[in-house]
């Protein structure tokens, strides 16, 4: 971090004692993100102890690039020793306009957890010190762009090995099948698969087989020549011709009829085409991939889908995962997201709050990555005036035991807040430490088979590849 000048400096410390002494925290500083996590003002620093510092870096590394608010908990005090009853609450706000060279303000304090109040207190003065360090900071656009491949996002350990895959296959020609649930950005994987071959300069055509009826359909992937039926004034090319030497994506592939699945299976085998009503053979060179979120082979099983069509066009097979089995990924995604729908030409940062974060990574998105992109706009469109989204601007189907409360009121049902009160502090828990189950019991005062009661009790199913994560 370059020096600031001496009245950007001065005015940064007094912002600090302002938070520190707003939100009665024992100390704020500011720290920038890097391999090793540097704090470079605090106020005061003379409270500092040094158990807390090695707190600090560590939460700030496990903060990865997701830009929105987190409160951490250590269960150590000024000496270090163990302090079940008085545990360190640390609040985390990344400061707008530093995406690439991090800056993350932050406060910490003993026992009381951080209010809505104080996380949005310290969401908008973090955008106050980024105008006051502008001197150093990153145009617009760089400071919103979120680093990802080919527009696909994400930093678990799924992701990662899913673009590995996309690496390892992109500069052959077989044909490659993605098989996941609706809405896990199959079509992006697809397009990333163009974009890093050889074929990336000529065109990539999608098609989705469910949308158009077959005849018309036949007559969009082989085109057609003048007079092949009433109202064909002239000629056209189908889209598989206008992904010649390029990529063509047949999306649903399992709900294309057995007579296009024929002449499919044909152009792919010797690699010719003919338009509708015409004779002539046009040799075409495309690499074709498919998807579907379906399971196929129980259609081929059934006799809905060709077996030979199926075994030509899953010679490389990918299986995305669901959202719900890559969560480590939707602090990021929601970052995405807000950049990417925030008002045009607004400065402005959004962010959801820690609680609104624990609820959308603890839900199931059977909608998966669309379903995240949609509920992120329709919050920005209902709350268009917050820069802190928190938990009362979320959709009703995350609050499915949410009961209406009468007129005349409702006794309060205490077994019930107690239940709700252990989900709640059980996904916390497994989210902050990476759903490693051995971590978290340690950490939270369980032992494992406790751990596991309680996952069980409450139904809360861990992401399928971390699911036998032990200690690191």
Not at 154 to 183: T, W
Not at 253 to 271: C, H, N, T
Request: charged fraction near 25%.
């Amino acid at each position: 971090m370059r020096p600031l000048s001496s009245r950007r400096t001065i005015t940064l410390k007094k912002l600090l004692q302002i938070i520190r002494e707003e939100i009665q925290a024992q100390q704020a500083g500011l720290v920038l993100k890097g391999k090793e996590p540097e704090i470079c003002f605090c106020d005061p620093r003379e409270l500092f102890p040094s158990e807390v510092i090695s707190f600090i870096k560590r939460a700030v590394t496990l903060l990865g690039n997701s830009q929105q608010p987190q409160i951490m908990r250590s269960e150590f005090n000024h000496s270090g020793a163990a302090l079940k009853k008085n545990p360190i609450q640390l609040l985390l706000v990344p400061v707008p306009g530093f995406f690439q060279k991090q800056r993350i303000v932050f406060t910490w304090r003993y026992g009381l957890i951080f209010t809505s109040y104080e996380i949005e207190f310290l969401a908008k003065f973090s955008s106050l010190l980024s105008w006051i360090m502008g001197e150093e900071a990153l145009t617009a656009e760089a400071s919103t762009t979120i680093k990802d491949f080919y527009g696909l996002v994400g930093q678990s350990h799924q992701f990662q090995k899913l673009v590995e895959n996309i690496k390892r296959i992109s500069h052959s020609d077989a044909p490659v099948m993605i098989m996941g649930e609706s809405g896990t950005g199959k079509e992006l994987i697809a397009r990333a698969i163009h974009l890093d071959s050889c074929r990336a300069e000529k065109e990539f055509i999608p098609l989705n087989c469910a949308a158009l009826p077959e005849l018309l359909l036949e007559s969009e992937l082989f085109g057609f020549t003048r007079g092949a039926f009433t109202g064909a004034t002239q000629s056209k090319p189908g889209l598989i011709e206008l992904a010649d030497e390029g990529t063509f994506f047949l999306d649903e592939i399992a709900d294309l009829s057995p007579v296009l699945q024929a002449k499919i299976l044909r152009l792919i085998q010797e690699g010719e085409l003919r338009r509708l009503g015409e004779t002539k053979v046009r040799k075409i060179n495309t690499r074709f991939i498919s998807a579907t979120n379906r399971d196929i082979e129980v259609e081929v099983n059934r006799g809905n889908f060709r077996r030979d069509l199926f075994y030509r066009l899953r010679v490389i097979a990918i299986k995305v995962p669901p959202l719900r089995e890559r969560r480590e990924d939707i602090p990021l995604l929601l970052t995405h997201f807000l950049r990417k729908y925030r008002v045009a030409g607004s400065q402005k940062s959004v962010a959801f709050s820690p609680r609104a974060v624990e609820i959308l990574v603890g839900y199931d998105w059977p909608g998966n990555i669309r379903e995240l992109e949609n509920e992120v706009r329709r919050c920005l469109a209902l709350f268009p005036e917050r820069e802190l989204l928190t938990e009362e601007c979320l959709s009703p189907c995350f609050f499915p035991d949410r009961k209406v409360v009468s007129q005349a009121g409702a006794p309060f049902d205490y077994f019930q807040a107690k239940a709700e009160f252990e989900r709640r502090f059980l996904h916390q828990a497994l989210t902050r430490f990476n759903f490693n189950k051995s971590k978290t019991a340690a950490e939270i005062g369980l032992s494992r088979q406790g751990l596991f009661k309680l996952l069980k009790k409450h139904k809360i199913a861990l992401p399928q590849g971390v699911q036998n994560l032990e200690e690191n």
